[in-house]
């Protein structure tokens, strides 16, 4: 009988293993009764849950407990931050119609802003970035100089989902804050890896969710400033701060703030294995597959890419090709392109740092985290040779036919 290898995950950017710890403490959370909004002995109690995990969550991430705004995760903490402070800003000066956001947000940014413009008549400025996927501080600096009395808000990610590219969030802070123009990051990747201070930064709003942190699917918060007016998106029994409505989850707020904790306490060690992990991932490859090329930022660092995503193209290959054959095998990895309507589409951030439509669609990111070992990177340095040369053949069927 065939023995079956067993399944390799790398693929920790989209979504990493949960702590047992916060398993645990989730799994006890479930097995009580109580609505945290309830007045009697049962609300009370998931009620201290709520707070004591919004305490941890606000020491670990530097703001202040009141500043947390617990939510569904990062699409709906995004959309809160755009969308409140757009129609807050406006409300107060009709003129303030203009949202000032990098080429490569996540779509949990970039579609809230498109629809802004398209159904709430909001002007966008869109900043270019250079070949290293950094957004480029002059081309900000000259579009609110046009005209900061027009501008609403200024998002930008802390560190980008694709490349792992750290953007230079205080420095965006610095340009905004001489116009008193709020600032808003998405700081989802960054969270895990990164040591975030929300007051340190100067940062008026900030999203992070638990699921990228090893906690679970459904909970995440908006950091927002106590000082600054935002409009809510729902509206009901005003349960955070009256900026969202809806019964807060006991069970996964307390799974949040236990996952933030263990990685905030593990980040001096797992940092440097993950990094050392990913240096024999991108060496391997450049041995196993010469002719592919390393994308992004060379250097790890605050300033330079997180530890953990190595962006790859594979030229002659097509990214969903090689993904499949892969997880044929048992090995789980991303593309850099997403899928609308099952025609595969070029990611908007690799074209926006220059790549043609080729490269954009001849790419993977693999992506480590604290289950990550070195065996993982063996099994794929093991197929990837193969896989690249059955990738690129079908591709050259493809051509020959179409």
Not at 64 to 70: A, G, L, M
Not at 194 to 217: I, N, R, S
Not at 255 to 279: K, M, N, W, Y
Not at 317 to 339: F, K, N, P, R, W
Request: proline residues 5%.
């Amino acid at each position: 009988m065939t023995e079956i290898a067993p399944s390799v995950y790398l693929d920790h950017a989209a979504t990493t293993s949960m702590w047992p710890e916060a398993v645990e403490v989730m799994q006890q959370e479930f097995l009580r009764t109580g609505n945290p909004s309830s007045l009697h002995e049962a609300g009370r109690r998931a009620r201290r849950v709520v707070e004591e995990s919004r305490e941890l969550i606000a020491e670990r991430l530097g703001a202040r407990p009141s500043e947390v705004v617990f939510c569904s995760g990062g699409t709906e903490a995004n959309n809160l931050a755009i969308k409140g402070l757009y129609w807050a800003r406006r409300s107060a000066n009709p003129l303030r119609n203009r949202v000032l956001f990098s080429s490569i947000e996540h779509h949990a940014l970039l579609d809230p802003v498109t629809w802004l413009a398209a159904h709430e008549q909001a002007r966008i400025d869109v900043t270019p970035v250079d070949q290293q996927g950094r957004i480029r501080l002059d081309a900000l600096s000259e579009a609110i100089d046009s005209n900061p009395a027009d501008v609403a808000a200024i998002t930008t990610m802390w560190a980008n989902n694709e490349m792992g590219t750290i953007q230079p969030v205080r420095e965006v802070v610095e340009l905004a804050r001489a116009h008193q123009i709020p600032v808003h990051s998405d700081a989802v990747q960054a969270a895990g890896y990164l040591e975030l201070d929300f007051a340190g930064t100067g940062l008026d709003a900030m999203t992070v969710t638990a699921h990228k942190l090893g906690g679970p699917v459904g909970v995440g918060a908006l950091v927002i400033r106590r000082e600054l007016d935002a409009t809510p998106l729902l509206h009901g029994g005003g349960q955070e701060r009256d900026l969202r409505s809806g019964t807060v989850g006991a069970a996964l707020v307390a799974g949040f703030a236990t996952a933030l904790d263990l990685t905030v306490q593990h980040q001096s060690e797992s940092g440097p294995r993950i990094e050392a992990l990913r240096d024999r991932l991108v060496r391997g490859i450049e041995r196993v597959v010469p002719e592919a090329i390393i994308n992004g930022d060379p250097e790890t660092g605050p300033g330079h890419r997180l530890p953990n995503i190595a962006h790859v193209t594979f030229p002659g290959c097509e990214g969903d090709a090689l993904l499949m054959l892969l997880d044929a095998q048992g090995v789980q990895v991303s593309t850099g392109s997403a899928c609308q309507a099952g025609v595969p589409q070029p990611s908007h951030v690799l074209l926006a740092m220059g790549f043609g439509d080729a490269a954009a669609r001849g790419s993977l990111r693999f992506s480590l985290g604290h289950t990550s070992t070195a065996a993982d990177v063996d099994r794929l340095l093991e197929l990837l040779p193969a896989v690249c040369e059955r990738a690129r053949a079908a591709g050259l069927v493809r051509s020959r036919t179409s």
